[in-house]
């Protein structure tokens, strides 16, 4: 059937959802000379069988704006196209049994409100009207979305697809893609079951078969099916279409009608991965029926709607859905092959997010950069061995079930754990560390003392790790604090052109001599951060590059695309090396007590690198901090960083310390962190970090856009916040208001323990241009839950905003 099709501009793999929408969206942005391959039926897969609700409110404003527009587009697609959507605008009415889902609730209104999402709490009152047969006497409020609604998920995927076809787009049924080929890194054409395809761009849009098409490009797709339900009832009095869709959270179940009587499904607490390998003839097919398994969304929606007690059920559906380990779709293009961009893994929201998912990856593949920080959903987000299947059935039994759990602020996963340990790992669980994940490293976030247990109780409110951390925080203000960093990503850059690579990436000036470490953006071309990092010139031609946790896959990869034909290797050392940070004002005498290096100003300033022996090993030492103290990074061999870490723990006046009192100590300190206050849609100008780009140099990646933009001024600007109401908590994204006015959200957020009072980040806007101090001006209140909270406000860090005592 391919026989005439030889050479496409993209090919678009699966016809669901998701590849009906990347295709519409590909011709709607002009690229008409699209192929879209579905190896049986469009929407075989596990479109057909979806329930079709669209809910705005999701855990994060980029995933909110996603399905803000999926909404829209569903809406109009039928005058578009011809093709019905079955998008009905019912409204979404959210139950809490307990005040801290109420509490949640409250703050996903508040986030709502950042994004124009239209939200409001009512009481049992209301619910009782809205919703005449839910039970209403043991709950504690409702959250009311009205403009949300829903879909027939197989006519949404037609009407996408009619669209796409309008447009050109060539769709073809019964032929699957069965491999991909390459040349020199980069995309030449597909191999299917009717002919090859030349082509530069790739969509692996094959649903719960994207892993194993991946694989056979070395691309790994960490997702796994599981096992994922609802049931329908025949007709039940009082039921009417224009019923919101019902979620029991506390209940692990959503309700809402269908044909006059109630579709109910949910998310079991713990869920049922599909182990057995996909038949050849998996279309329009279910798996067989659990009941056991569906018995506690049984329950749910039992406890909730009586009614359902005599409704009889002529339906229980068992389908499998795609989940990835955190929750999240996988949307962009794969590291190490060009133009091989994924969209899967829709963890039970691919309806709702399609729409936006498919528009904003067609910009991607069109404009060949992101549209908007769409981080959260790469798929460099991910080791290699993330996709290992061993990991994913682990992971898959809590992943759905987290879906309806309370977003507990550091909520960290059960299972799935110790995929990287550090060599310190047994040292610190024996000093009661409670570990937490971040790509794969175990980490250490807080350490219990004698007698404390080292779990986090999960609460929005104080958690119990506070005077732990606030201990840890202290020991690094006033006397050593001792980090186990070995998660930092770390990167080797060697070669004649090395230096030059890194010029045209880096907007700091990285030409400097041997022993001088420069602290970075890398930008993207819209002057927005890629990442940041540390790049120590540790030889005439060696580069030692360090760079957060999360962004060890991303960054390599933006190195290696950018190479382009200069000598330069690039090696990924990051298990090599243990990082032991060394913080506080007495970091220096604790560290000569265990080495002879000279440590002095002179000897060795702040920014310097220099090879030294600690504890009779060989240490590479960089003289920074992310505390805001006088302190050293110690990067030593793995087999021997235990070596290191007893000598400088048994040297007196250090504390081992985590992730927790990081973050706390950084935040008062001003310092931003890769993810939260530097992302892909932030400048430098806007972050208040001009001081890290070098405009004199004649070319970096992102130099014009910060030209163009320090041409007109920014209009957003990051400031710093002190909570006035010392009891007040927040976590980090809530809703900021200047003079009553909704003008921002918080990016970070932390007990200062120095300043006794919550302290936080976050953007705010203004008219473009204004001077600096304009920004200060004004009442600042925070949203914490509803409350609005007044806050100090500062451009520069609550503490020691001169850098003295990093120089010290
Ligand atoms: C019970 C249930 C209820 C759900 N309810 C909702 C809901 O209410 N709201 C919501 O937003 N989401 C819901 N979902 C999730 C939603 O259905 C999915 O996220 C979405 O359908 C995924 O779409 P997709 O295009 O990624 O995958 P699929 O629909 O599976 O499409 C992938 C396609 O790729 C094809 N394919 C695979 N390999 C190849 C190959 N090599 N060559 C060619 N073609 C190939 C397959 O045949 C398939 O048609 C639900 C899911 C289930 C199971």
Redesign the pocket.
Known sequence: MTGVIEHARAVV???????ASVAYHLAALGWGDVVL????S?????????????GRLRGSRTASRLVQYSAELYARLPEETGHATGWRRCGSLIVARTQERLAQLGRSVAVGRAVGIDAHIVGPAVVARLWPLCRTDDLTGAMVVPDDG?VI?ADVTQALAAGARARGVRIREG????GVRARQGAVAGVA?SAGDIACEVVVN??????RA?GQTSGVPVPLWPVE???AVTRPIVGVTPDLAVLRDLDGCVYVREEVGGLLF?GFEPVAKPWIDPIPDDF?FSLLKEDPEQFEVLARGALERIPALESAEVQLL?D????FTPDGNFILGEAPGLRGYFV??G?????????GGAGRALAEWIVNGAAPMDLTAYDPRRFLPRHAEPAYLVARMREVPGVHYAIAWPNREPETGRDMLRSPLHERLAARGACFGVKMGWERVNWLAPAGASPRTEYTFGRQNWLPHVAHEHRAARERAALFDQTSFGKLQLEGPDAGTLLDRLAANDVAVPVGRTVYTPFLNARGGYESDLTISRVGPETWFLVTGSAQRVRDADWIRRHAGGLRATLTDVTEAWATLGLMGPRARDVLARVSAAPLDNEAFPFGAVRDVVVAGVAVRAIRLSYVGELGWELYVPAPRAGEVWDALTAAGEVLPAGYYALDSLRIEKGYRAWGRELTPDDTPWQAGLGFTVKLAKPDFVGRSALMAQRERGVSRRLLLFALDDTRAVAWGDEPIYRDGRLVGTLTSAAYGHTLGRGVAMGYVESEPGVPAETWLGGRYEIDVAGERVPASVSLRAWHDPTGERLRA
């Open positions: 793999v699966g016809g669901g959802v998701a590849g391959l579905e190896r049986r469009l929407t075989c897969g596990t479109t057909w069988h979806a329930a079709g609700l669209v829903r998920p032929v699957a893609v069965t299917t849009c094959a649903g719960m078969w994207a098409l994922h339900f609802y499904g279309a559906l389908g499998p859905e795609s969209a899967a829709f963890n039970s929201g691919g309806i709702a997010s399609g």
